[in-house]
C-alpha cells in the first residue's frame, strides 16, 4: 500500500500535498482508530505466528536436535515432507523420535514442541514419558493432553487445527490474490476501453457468476489428477474474481471522465500507464473492501468444500476436514463440531471486520466529522 | 423503453447459451459417467460387460462426443424436452418439480422473515446510531453474519438433537417428516413439519437478516446526511415522519433492487444446509446429481438458476426505474 502514497508520484502531484499527510497515510490512521478492526487485525498477525511456528506448538518430530554428532531440525518436515533429512528414515525412526533417538545415539538431545501430539496420526502409549496414548472414537473428550479432544481414529485435533491454521491463511490470500488480479485487470480493461471489449469482458463476468459455482469447482478439481490444495486455491480464485471485477470497472467507468485522466491523455500518456498510474490508485480503495471481505468468503468456501468431502486431501487437516469430521460421526462427538468451527468463524469475523474498517477509512464520503 | 427490453433479452439469451454450454462441457469433462458410477456404487459386483455398456451409452446418447450432444440438448430444449433422468427414470422437470417445494417452503418463510425484521433493526440502528444498544444490536448482527451457516447447523444440531434428546425442546435431526407422519392428522402433521423446519429456517435466516439490517443501515446513513433530511427537521417534522418518510423511503432503491437479485436464491436452496439436515429440496437434488452424474437433471437445474439469476438482475433494473423516475431505458 505504501507504494502509492504521494512522495512516489510525479512532483508536479506531489508539490502541494508535503505539509498533509497523503490519502493512505491518512486511512491508515484512520484504521488504527478503530478499535475492532485493530483487534482484528492483530488476530489475524496472531494466526499467521501461530501458523509459522505450527510445528515448535504440537507436534511429534523435534524442532532441533543433535544426533550423531550433527544437528537437525526434523520437524521442518510439517512444512515440506521432503526437508526432513534422510537419515532418519535410513535409521530406521518410523517417525518415533523420543525413544529412537535415544536408543541409537545416547548422547543425542532434542528440544520438542510444546504439546507433543501429531496432526497426521494417533500418539500411542508409550511413545512419550507420562502421556498416555490417545483415546478413540467417543473417548476422546477434551482432557489434560488431547486439549480439544481426538478424532474418531484417536488423533489430536489441537495439533490438526494448530496445523490446519496454515491452510486457512493461505487459502484466503493466495486465492483472493488470484482474484484480485483477474478482477482488476478485466474490471480496468471493460471499465477504461468500453465498446466491445466491454460487452464481451461483461459477458464473461456474467457467464461466470451465473455458472453454479459448486460444478465450477468440482468441474476445474476433476481436471487434476491427484488434487492439492494449491489447486484449490487456484480453483478458488480462478471463480471468485467477478465482484471485485464489477466494481473496478464501476471505478474505472467513474475515473475515466475525471479531469486528471483527460489531462494525462493531452500529456500523450500512453494507456497502459494512465490506467495503471493514474486510475488504478484512485480505485484501489474501493476495490480493497471486496478483496478483504473475499479472503474471509476464501476460507468460508474451503472449509465449506473439505466439510462437503471436495476439500484438502485427507493428510491435510484443514479445519473443514475436521468439522466434516464431527458430522460424520453422527454428532456425538461436540468438541469436533465447537473448536473447528470457533476457529472458522472467529477468522472470518475477523476479516470482515478488517474489511468494514477498510471500508470505513477509506471512502471519503463516511469520514468521521462530515456529519 | 421496449427496445431496451428486447436487447436486454437477446444478450440474456446469448449468455444462456453460454452459460449451458460451458456447464455441459464442464460436466462431461468431469471422469467417470452415470453408467460406471452408479453401477458400482449401488453394487461392486455387478460387472457391466463391454457390449452392454455400449448399448446402455447409445440409449443415453452418451456415446457421441459433448459437443455434438449438447445441441442435442439444445434442439430438444426448442421442443420443451428437457430430457429424463438417468437415475430416477423420470422427466427432468417431473423430478426438479417435487424438489421445488421443500426448498420455497424453507426459503420463502426465511426471506418472509428476513424482511419482517430487518427493516425495524435497520432503522432502530441508524436512528440509535452510536449509542450502547446500537453497538450491541450491531456487534450482535455482525458475528452471525460472520457465523458460517453450516457451522451453526451443525452447534444448533449437537445442541437440540443431541443434548437435548429426551428433553422437551427436542428437535429432530434430520429429514422434513417424521417416521409416523402418515398416521399423524392433518394439524399433526402440519405440526410435525414446522418443527422440522425451526432449525433449517433459523440457519437460512440469520446470516441474512444481519446483512440486509446492515443494508438498510448503511443506505439509511448516507440518507439522512442529505441536505433534505436537514431541511425536514428544520421546518420540524417529526423525527418517526423524517425517518420513514424521508428518509426510508430514499433507501427503497436499492433496496427493491436487493429483491431483485434475491430471486434466485427462493429456489436454489443451500446445497450445504439442506445435506447437513437432509432436506428433500433443490441443494440436496443439485449436489446428488452431481456426484451420480445425472446430467439431464443436472442440466435443467443449471438452466432453472440461470434464468433467475439472470431475470432477478433485469427485474432488478426494472423495479429501479419504476422506483426511481430519474432512471429511465428509453
Same mark, same amino acid.
Given at each position: 500500500?505504501?507504494?502509492?502514497?504521494?512522495?512516489?508520484?510525479?512532483?508536479?502531484?506531489?508539490?502541494?500535498?508535503?505539509?498533509?499527510?497523503?490519502?493512505?497515510?491518512?486511512?491508515?490512521?484512520?484504521?488504527?482508530?478503530?478499535?475492532?478492526?485493530?483487534?482484528?487485525?492483530?488476530?489475524? $498477525?496472531?494466526? &499467521? %505466528? #501461530?501458523? /509459522?511456528?505450527?510445528? !515448535?506448538? +504440537? =507436534?511429534?518430530?523435534?524442532?532441533?536436535?543433535?544426533?550423531?554428532?550433527?544437528?537437525?531440525?526434523?520437524?521442518?518436515?510439517?512444512?515440506?515432507?521432503?526437508?526432513?533429512?534422510?537419515?532418519?528414515?535410513?535409521?530406521?525412526?518410523?517417525?518415533?523420535?523420543?525413544?529412537?533417538?535415544?536408543?541409537?545415539?545416547?548422547?543425542?538431545?532434542?528440544?520438542?514442541?510444546?504439546?507433543?501430539?501429531?496432526?497426521?496420526?494417533?500418539?500411542?502409549?508409550?511413545?512419550?514419558?507420562?502421556?498416555?496414548?490417545?483415546?478413540?472414537?467417543?473417548?476422546?473428550?477434551?482432557?489434560?493432553?488431547?486439549?480439544?479432544?481426538?478424532?474418531?481414529?484417536?488423533?489430536?485435533?489441537?495439533?490438526?487445527?494448530?496445523?490446519?491454521?496454515?491452510?486457512?491463511?493461505?487459502?484466503?490470500?493466495?486465492?483472493? $490474490?488470484?482474484? &484480485? %488480479? #483477474?478482477? /482488476?485487470?478485466?474490471? !480496468?480493461? +471493460? =471499465?477504461?476501453?468500453?465498446?466491445?471489449?466491454?460487452?464481451?469482458?461483461?459477458?464473461?463476468?456474467?457467464?461466470?457468476?451465473?455458472?453454479?459455482?459448486?460444478?465450477?469447482?468440482?468441474?476445474?478439481?476433476?481436471?487434476?489428477?491427484?488434487?492439492?490444495?494449491?489447486?484449490?486455491?487456484?480453483?478458488?480464485?480462478?471463480?471468485?474474481?467477478?465482484?471485485?471485477?464489477?466494481?473496478?470497472?464501476?471505478?474505472?467507468?467513474?475515473?475515466?471522465?475525471?479531469?486528471?485522466?483527460?489531462?494525462?491523455?493531452?500529456?500523450?500518456?500512453?494507456?497502459?500507464?494512465?490506467?495503471?498510474?493514474?486510475?488504478?490508485?484512485?480505485?484501489?480503495?474501493?476495490?480493497?473492501?471486496?478483496?478483504?471481505?473475499?479472503?474471509?468468503?476464501?476460507?468460508?468456501?474451503?472449509?465449506?468444500?473439505?466439510?462437503? $468431502?471436495?476439500? &484438502?486431501?485427507?493428510?491435510?487437516?484443514?479445519?473443514?476436514?475436521?468439522?466434516?469430521?464431527?458430522?460424520?460421526?453422527?454428532?456425538?462427538?461436540?468438541?469436533?463440531?465447537?473448536?473447528?468451527?470457533?476457529?472458522?468463524?472467529?477468522?472470518?469475523?475477523?476479516?470482515?471486520?478488517?474489511?468494514?474498517?477498510?471500508?470505513?477509512?477509506?471512502?471519503?464520503?463516511?469520514?468521521?466529522?462530515?456529519? | 423503453?421496449?427496445?431496451?427490453?428486447?436487447?436486454?433479452?437477446?444478450?440474456?439469451?446469448?449468455?444462456?447459451?453460454?452459460?449451458?454450454?460451458?456447464?455441459?462441457?464442464?460436466?462431461?469433462?468431469?471422469?467417470?459417467?452415470?453408467?460406471?458410477?452408479?453401477?458400482?456404487?449401488?453394487?461392486?459386483?455387478?460387472?457391466?460387460?463391454?457390449?452392454?455398456?455400449?448399448?446402455?451409452?447409445?440409449?443415453?446418447?452418451?456415446?457421441?462426443?459433448?459437443?455434438?450432444?449438447?445441441?442435442?440438448?439444445?434442439?430438444?430444449?426448442?421442443?420443451?424436452?428437457?430430457?429424463?433422468?438417468?437415475?430416477?427414470?423420470?422427466?427432468?422437470?417431473?423430478?426438479?418439480?417435487?424438489?421445488?417445494?421443500?426448498?420455497?417452503?424453507?426459503?420463502?418463510?426465511?426471506?418472509?422473515?428476513?424482511?419482517?425484521?430487518?427493516?425495524?433493526?435497520?432503522?432502530?440502528?441508524?436512528?440509535?446510531?452510536?449509542?450502547?444498544?446500537?453497538?450491541?444490536?450491531?456487534?450482535?448482527?455482525?458475528?452471525?453474519?460472520?457465523?458460517?451457516?453450516?457451522?451453526?447447523?451443525?452447534?444448533?444440531?449437537?445442541?437440540?438433537?443431541?443434548?437435548?434428546?429426551?428433553?422437551?425442546?427436542?428437535?429432530?435431526?434430520?429429514?422434513?417428516?417424521?417416521?409416523?407422519?402418515?398416521?399423524?392428522?392433518?394439524?399433526?402433521?402440519?405440526?410435525?413439519?414446522?418443527?422440522?423446519?425451526?432449525?433449517?429456517?433459523?440457519?437460512?435466516?440469520?446470516?441474512?437478516?444481519?446483512?440486509?439490517?446492515?443494508?438498510?443501515?448503511?443506505?439509511?446513513?448516507?440518507?439522512?446526511?442529505?441536505?433534505?433530511?436537514?431541511?425536514?427537521?428544520?421546518?420540524?417534522?417529526?423525527?418517526?415522519?423524517?425517518?420513514?418518510?424521508?428518509?426510508?423511503?430514499?433507501?427503497?432503491?436499492?433496496?427493491?433492487?436487493?429483491?431483485?437479485?434475491?430471486?434466485?436464491?427462493?429456489?436454489?436452496?443451500?446445497?450445504?444446509?439442506?445435506?447437513?439436515?437432509?432436506?428433500?429440496?433443490?441443494?440436496?437434488?443439485?449436489?446428488?446429481?452431481?456426484?451420480?452424474?445425472?446430467?439431464?437433471?443436472?442440466?435443467?437445474?443449471?438452466?432453472?438458476?440461470?434464468?433467475?439469476?439472470?431475470?432477478?438482475?433485469?427485474?432488478?433494473?426494472?423495479?429501479?426505474?419504476?422506483?426511481?423516475?430519474?432512471?429511465?431505458?428509453?
Amino acid at each position: 500500500m505504501t507504494q502509492s502514497n504521494p512522495s512516489s508520484k510525479p512532483p508536479s502531484q506531489a508539490s502541494d500535498a508535503t505539509a498533509s499527510r497523503g490519502f493512505w497515510a491518512e486511512a491508515w490512521v484512520r484504521f488504527r482508530r478503530r478499535k475492532l478492526g485493530m483487534t482484528s487485525l492483530c488476530f489475524v $498477525g496472531l494466526l &499467521a %505466528v #501461530i501458523a /509459522i511456528l505450527s510445528p !515448535a506448538i +504440537a =507436534g511429534t518430530k523435534p524442532i532441533v536436535c543433535r544426533y550423531k554428532g550433527s544437528l537437525y531440525f526434523p520437524a521442518m518436515a510439517y512444512f515440506n515432507s521432503r526437508w526432513e533429512n534422510p537419515i532418519f528414515y535410513r535409521d530406521k525412526f518410523y517417525k518415533r523420535y523420543p525413544e529412537h533417538l535415544k536408543e541409537k545415539d545416547p548422547d543425542s538431545w532434542a528440544i520438542y514442541p510444546l504439546v507433543f501430539q501429531d496432526p497426521y496420526r494417533r500418539v500411542k502409549e508409550g511413545e512419550w514419558e507420562g502421556q498416555p496414548g490417545n483415546p478413540t472414537g467417543a473417548d476422546g473428550v477434551p482432557n489434560r493432553h488431547n486439549w480439544f479432544g481426538t478424532t474418531q481414529a484417536g488423533v489430536d485435533v489441537f495439533a490438526q487445527m494448530v496445523h490446519g491454521t496454515k491452510i486457512a491463511l493461505l487459502i484466503g490470500f493466495i486465492s483472493t $490474490g488470484i482474484a &484480485a %488480479v #483477474i478482477g /482488476i485487470i478485466v474490471g !480496468a480493461l +471493460a =471499465g477504461y476501453f468500453q465498446g466491445w471489449i466491454d460487452i464481451l469482458l461483461s459477458r464473461l463476468i456474467e457467464v461466470v457468476m451465473c455458472i453454479p459455482t459448486l460444478i465450477l469447482i468440482l468441474a476445474l478439481m476433476a481436471i487434476v489428477e491427484d488434487p492439492k490444495i494449491w489447486h484449490i486455491m487456484a480453483v478458488l480464485g480462478a471463480t471468485g474474481w467477478t465482484g471485485i471485477a464489477r466494481l473496478t470497472r464501476g471505478e474505472f467507468l467513474k475515473h475515466k471522465q475525471a479531469e486528471f485522466v483527460t489531462g494525462a491523455r493531452a500529456l500523450g500518456t500512453g494507456r497502459v500507464r494512465i490506467m495503471w498510474r493514474h486510475i488504478l490508485p484512485n480505485a484501489l480503495a474501493p476495490v480493497l473492501v471486496p478483496i478483504a471481505f473475499g479472503i474471509a468468503a476464501a476460507i468460508l468456501m474451503e472449509s465449506a468444500l473439505s466439510f462437503l $468431502g471436495f476439500g &484438502a486431501p485427507p493428510p491435510n487437516p484443514s479445519w473443514g476436514t475436521t468439522l466434516n469430521a464431527g458430522r460424520t460421526s453422527n454428532l456425538q462427538n461436540w468438541w469436533l463440531i465447537l473448536f473447528p468451527g470457533i476457529a472458522i468463524f472467529l477468522t472470518v469475523l475477523a476479516y470482515n471486520l478488517i474489511g468494514e474498517a477498510v471500508q470505513a477509512s477509506t471512502d471519503p464520503r463516511l469520514r468521521e466529522g462530515t456529519k | 423503453m421496449v427496445h431496451y427490453l428486447i436487447r436486454r433479452l437477446m444478450i440474456g439469451a446469448v449468455t444462456l447459451i453460454l452459460v449451458t454450454f460451458l456447464v455441459y462441457a464442464l460436466i462431461r469433462n468431469m471422469p467417470g459417467t452415470p453408467l460406471t458410477l452408479d453401477m458400482t456404487v449401488a453394487d461392486p459386483s455387478v460387472e457391466i460387460s463391454p457390449e452392454n455398456l455400449k448399448r446402455m451409452e447409445r440409449n443415453y446418447g452418451l456415446d457421441k462426443p459433448w459437443y455434438v450432444a449438447y445441441f442435442k440438448w439444445l434442439g430438444n430444449l426448442g421442443r420443451g424436452d428437457l430430457g429424463h433422468s438417468f437415475v430416477e427414470h423420470k422427466p427432468v422437470t417431473t423430478v426438479i418439480a417435487t424438489r421445488v417445494w421443500p426448498t420455497l417452503l424453507l426459503s420463502a418463510t426465511s426471506l418472509f422473515l428476513v424482511y419482517l425484521l430487518s427493516v425495524p433493526m435497520g432503522l432502530f440502528t441508524t436512528v440509535r446510531s452510536g449509542h450502547l444498544d446500537e453497538r450491541a444490536l450491531s456487534l450482535t448482527l455482525y458475528m452471525l453474519y460472520s457465523l458460517p451457516s453450516f457451522v451453526a447447523a451443525l452447534m444448533l444440531l449437537v445442541l437440540f438433537a443431541v443434548k437435548l434428546e429426551g428433553t422437551a425442546f427436542e428437535l429432530p435431526m434430520y429429514d422434513m417428516k417424521g417416521q409416523d407422519y402418515d398416521q399423524l392428522s392433518m394439524f399433526g402433521k402440519v405440526g410435525d413439519v414446522l418443527k422440522h423446519m425451526i432449525l433449517p429456517v433459523t440457519c437460512f435466516t440469520y446470516g441474512s437478516l444481519a446483512y440486509f439490517s446492515r443494508f438498510v443501515k448503511s443506505n439509511m446513513e448516507e440518507v439522512i446526511r442529505q441536505d433534505y433530511i436537514r431541511t425536514a427537521r428544520a421546518k420540524g417534522v417529526g423525527p418517526v415522519r423524517v425517518i420513514w418518510h424521508h428518509a426510508f423511503r430514499n433507501t427503497m432503491i436499492p433496496f427493491v433492487t436487493l429483491i431483485g437479485l434475491t430471486l434466485p436464491t427462493l429456489l436454489s436452496g443451500s446445497v450445504i444446509l439442506e445435506q447437513i439436515f437432509t432436506w428433500p429440496g433443490m441443494g440436496k437434488l443439485f449436489f446428488e446429481s452431481l456426484g451420480r452424474r445425472d446430467y439431464p437433471v443436472l442440466m435443467g437445474l443449471t438452466l432453472m438458476f440461470t434464468i433467475l439469476t439472470l431475470l432477478g438482475q433485469l427485474l432488478a433494473d426494472f423495479l429501479y426505474a419504476v422506483v426511481d423516475p430519474r432512471i429511465s431505458y428509453s
